[in-house]
C-alpha cells in the first residue's frame, strides 16, 4: 500500500523560505518520477515540479527560479525548498507520482503566504 505523507507547510510571509517533505513508503522515490502539486482556494489542483527517476527536473514557470525539488533515496523522501515566498504561492502542497495515481494522493500541507 502506497503511502505519501507531506509535511513542513506553515504561515510565512512574503520573501521568507519554507521546506516541504514527503515522505513515500510503498513506492520508491528512486525509481519512479515524483512530483509536487498545489491546489489554491476556488482554483484546481496544479503541477508545481517534477523529478525524474533519473534525476532530471522540472518547475512550473511560476515557481522556477525560486522553488527546487529534491530527494533523499535513503530515507524515500522528497523535499519541495520554497524561497521568495509570494502570497500567490499559498496553497495545499501534495507530491504524488508523476503521472499521477489517485489513490496515492495524502493529506496535503497548508502554507499560507502573507503580505
Known amino acids: 500500500q502506497v503511502q505519501l505523507v507531506e509535511s513542513g507547510g506553515g504561515l510565512v510571509q512574503a520573501g521568507e523560505s519554507l521546506r516541504l517533505a514527503c515522505a513515500a513508503s510503498g513506492i520508491s522515490v528512486r525509481t519512479n518520477a515524483m512530483a509536487w502539486y498545489r491546489q489554491a482556494p476556488g482554483k484546481q489542483r496544479e503541477f508545481v515540479a517534477i523529478?525524474?527517476?533519473?534525476?532530471?527536473?522540472n518547475y512550473a514557470g511560476s515557481v522556477k527560479g525560486r522553488f527546487t525539488i529534491s530527494r533523499d533515496n535513503d530515507n524515500n523522501t522528497v523535499f519541495l525548498q520554497m524561497t521568495n515566498l509570494k502570497p500567490e504561492d499559498t496553497a495545499v502542497y501534495y507530491c504524488?507520482?508523476?503521472?499521477?495515481?489517485?489513490?496515492?494522493w495524502g493529506q496535503g500541507t497548508q502554507v499560507t503566504v502573507s503580505s
Open positions: 523529478i525524474g527517476s533519473n534525476g532530471s527536473v
Open positions: 504524488n507520482r508523476w503521472p499521477t495515481v489517485n489513490t496515492y
